[in-house]
């Protein structure tokens, strides 16, 4: 079953029925083809893509590999010979990709090759609406693994996918994705960092993505005895290296304001050394858009060395401008560095302390879960601590500030139970030694008698100093509120003295 998303339906072919709907989005489109399939498992198209005729047999057999696997994706390979810009777009970021567990289970499987059981899709509510032009596919993969299914991933089942044949549609496609991944955020804020990105726990695999030094070279494929030895790179830790900072849409924002530090130059010329420091970032990121453009495997075989060379080119200057139409569409709906969530707090930033005394016990994960439901009702973001985190909760006031919240249970028999809560504010030291950066260099300048650059680094140090603290109140008021009422006096200090 297919649904598309047009008015009128452009072919007919046997077999086939097209279901025409006006254009409500993306989603409503799918979840119209869901909702009039009749089978088992409901498989998605995008319409610029094609799927190799054993597609189906492929994805079937990968639904075949266990119960809980609820959904299955496979490659979506750029078609040859679509021309410069679309062989250019085909190597340029991003394009669709799958992110991967290990070589049978996915994260995420993109909307242009997926397959999902119809129950388990129609269960959880199909592809949500809101979704009209990306970011449904994300969703709708972690409301599954949500409930405890298995996204699974075959590499045969291949989809050949025609790219963006213009830039400007290149261009406005992935301003596009900048409004989904702020809309993505909204949603499932624990899902993504403090910066604003999601914490894929898999690896994306794709062309335009940075690859590290070890896969420059030509890859091989260990097949072990008995064909026993894991072949793909994913084995290999992700890493976060120079590329994955350098690239971000985020980085524009740096680049920006080192040039504000440099033309303040004008006015005090100490801050002129910021001008080969802002050389040297623009420099960076500019060797290695076209560094990234030059591995990329270009999908047209058998081009001339000038061909190579411009869509290579294109690719390149695309590598620079893709972030900053990417962050245009992020910072147009919300997904700022300077986002707040939760409370509004007047709190000092400085450590609280809850006891709370109870007469019947409780499970004290049951309780810390509690707070967490709390804390998420509150619109706080939230995220639990691993295993070697000294800390329980974390509590994000924003992208420089939060809380860390630590729990200790004391039994004191007969069920009761005497729980001491601690919240600690946390800083980023990036931001605060920017402050400190900022308020010496306006001192410097005030000292030097120039008024116009110590009053606007001066302001600049103000305002990313308060930040942090409102930050912290943000998140200290949420904690507060979300953590059980404190104690009774009498109550704790008969604890106090049985202990």
Same mark, same amino acid.
């Given at each position: 079953?297919?649904?598309?998303?047009?008015?009128?339906?452009?072919?007919?072919?046997?077999?086939?029925?097209?279901?025409?709907?006006?254009?409500?989005?993306?989603?409503?489109?799918?979840?119209?083809?869901?909702?009039?399939?009749?089978?088992?498992?409901?498989?998605?198209?995008?319409?610029?893509?094609?799927?190799?005729?054993?597609?189906?047999?492929?994805?079937?057999?990968?639904f075949a590999h266990g119960d809980d696997v609820v959904g299955v994706g496979g490659p979506n390979l750029a078609v040859a010979g679509d021309g410069v810009v679309a062989d250019a777009v085909a190597i340029s970021p991003g394009n669709p990709s799958q992110v991967l567990l290990d070589d049978r289970v996915a994260e995420h499987i993109p909307g242009c090759n997926a397959a999902f059981r119809r129950d388990a899709l129609l269960a959880i509510g199909g592809f949500d609406p809101r979704f009209h032009v990306a970011g449904d596919d994300v969703d709708v993969c972690w409301r599954l693994q949500e409930t405890g299914g298995t996204i699974g991933y075959t590499a045969a089942a291949v989809v050949h996918h025609h790219r963006r044949g213009s830039v400007g549609g290149y261009l406005r496609q992935q301003r596009g994705y900048g409004r989904a991944e702020a809309m993505l955020e909204r949603k499932w804020p624990e899902r993504y960092s403090a910066g604003?990105?999601?914490?894929?726990?898999?690896?994306?695999?794709?062309?335009?993505?940075?690859?590290?030094?070890?896969?420059?070279?030509?890859?091989?494929?260990?097949?072990?005895?008995?064909?026993?030895?894991?072949?793909?790179?994913?084995?290999?830790?992700?890493?976060?290296?120079?590329?994955?900072?350098?690239?971000?849409?985020?980085?524009?924002?740096?680049?920006?304001?080192?040039?504000?530090?440099?033309?303040?130059?004008?006015?005090?010329?100490?801050?002129?050394?910021?001008?080969?420091?802002?050389?040297?970032?623009?420099?960076?990121?500019?060797?290695?858009?076209?560094?990234?453009?030059?591995?990329?495997?270009?999908?047209?075989?058998?081009?001339? !060395?000038?061909?190579? #060379?411009?869509? /290579? &080119?294109?690719? %390149?200057?695309?590598? @620079?401008?893709?972030?900053? *139409?990417? $962050?245009?569409?992020?910072?147009?709906?919300?997904?700022?560095?300077?986002?707040?969530?939760?409370?509004?707090?007047?709190?000092?930033?400085?450590?609280?302390?809850?006891?709370?005394?109870?007469?019947?016990?409780?499970?004290?994960?049951?309780?810390?879960?509690?707070?967490?439901?709390?804390?998420?009702?509150?619109?706080?973001?939230?995220?639990?601590?691993?295993?070697?985190?000294?800390?329980?909760?974390?509590?994000?006031?924003?992208?420089?500030?939060?809380?860390?919240?630590?729990?200790?249970?004391?039994?004191?028999?007969?069920?009761?139970?005497?729980?001491?809560?601690?919240?600690?504010?946390?800083?980023?030291?990036?931001?605060?030694?920017?402050?400190?950066?900022?308020?010496?260099? !306006?001192?410097?300048? #005030?000292?030097? /008698? &120039?008024?116009? %650059?110590?009053?606007? @680094?001066?302001?600049?140090? *103000?305002? $990313?100093?308060?930040?942090?603290?409102?930050?912290?109140?943000?998140?200290?008021?949420?904690?507060?509120?979300?953590?059980?009422?404190?104690?009774?006096?009498?109550?704790?200090?008969?604890?106090?003295?049985?202990?």
């Amino acid at each position: 079953m297919t649904a598309r998303r047009t008015r009128a339906p452009r072919s007919r072919a046997p077999g086939l029925r097209v279901i025409g709907t006006e254009n409500r989005g993306l989603s409503a489109a799918r979840n119209t083809g869901a909702g009039a399939a009749a089978g088992e498992i409901v498989a998605y198209l995008d319409d610029d893509a094609a799927p190799d005729p054993h597609w189906l047999h492929h994805v079937v057999d990968a639904f075949a590999h266990g119960d809980d696997v609820v959904g299955v994706g496979g490659p979506n390979l750029a078609v040859a010979g679509d021309g410069v810009v679309a062989d250019a777009v085909a190597i340029s970021p991003g394009n669709p990709s799958q992110v991967l567990l290990d070589d049978r289970v996915a994260e995420h499987i993109p909307g242009c090759n997926a397959a999902f059981r119809r129950d388990a899709l129609l269960a959880i509510g199909g592809f949500d609406p809101r979704f009209h032009v990306a970011g449904d596919d994300v969703d709708v993969c972690w409301r599954l693994q949500e409930t405890g299914g298995t996204i699974g991933y075959t590499a045969a089942a291949v989809v050949h996918h025609h790219r963006r044949g213009s830039v400007g549609g290149y261009l406005r496609q992935q301003r596009g994705y900048g409004r989904a991944e702020a809309m993505l955020e909204r949603k499932w804020p624990e899902r993504y960092s403090a910066g604003g990105h999601v914490t894929w726990e898999g690896r994306i695999y794709g062309d335009g993505v940075p690859r590290t030094a070890t896969a420059q070279s030509r890859w091989r494929v260990y097949h072990g005895t008995w064909n026993s030895a894991p072949f793909q790179r994913l084995y290999e830790p992700a890493g976060r290296s120079l590329d994955t900072v350098m690239l971000m849409p985020e980085a524009y924002l740096a680049i920006g304001g080192l040039t504000l530090l440099a033309a303040l130059g004008a006015t005090w010329s100490p801050l002129l050394a910021f001008v080969p420091v802002l050389l040297i970032v623009a420099g960076i990121v500019a060797v290695r858009a076209v560094t990234i453009a030059l591995q990329g495997r270009l999908p047209t075989p058998g081009l001339t !060395a000038p061909q190579r #060379a411009a869509r /290579r &080119a294109l690719a %390149a200057l695309l590598h @620079l401008l893709q972030p900053l *139409l990417r $962050l245009d569409g992020r910072l147009r709906h919300g997904l700022t560095p300077w986002r707040r969530r939760g409370r509004t707090g007047s709190l000092a930033p400085l450590r609280r302390d809850v006891v709370q005394w109870r007469e019947e016990w409780q499970d004290p994960f049951e309780a810390l879960g509690a707070v967490r439901r709390r804390l998420v009702d509150l619109g706080a973001i939230v995220r639990h601590g691993g295993d070697f985190d000294a800390w329980d909760l974390e509590v994000r006031g924003g992208t420089l500030a939060g809380v860390r919240i630590v729990t200790l249970v004391e039994e004191h028999g007969q069920g009761r139970q005497l729980t001491r809560w601690r919240c600690r504010p946390t800083f980023s030291r990036t931001a605060l030694a920017g402050a400190v950066l900022l308020t010496m260099l !306006a001192t410097a300048a #005030a000292l030097d /008698r &120039a008024p116009v %650059a110590a009053v606007v @680094l001066g302001l600049l140090a *103000l305002a $990313l100093a308060l930040r942090v603290v409102t930050e912290t109140a943000a998140a200290m008021a949420s904690a507060l509120e979300a953590l059980p009422e404190p104690a009774e006096a009498q109550p704790v200090a008969q604890a106090e003295a049985a202990a």
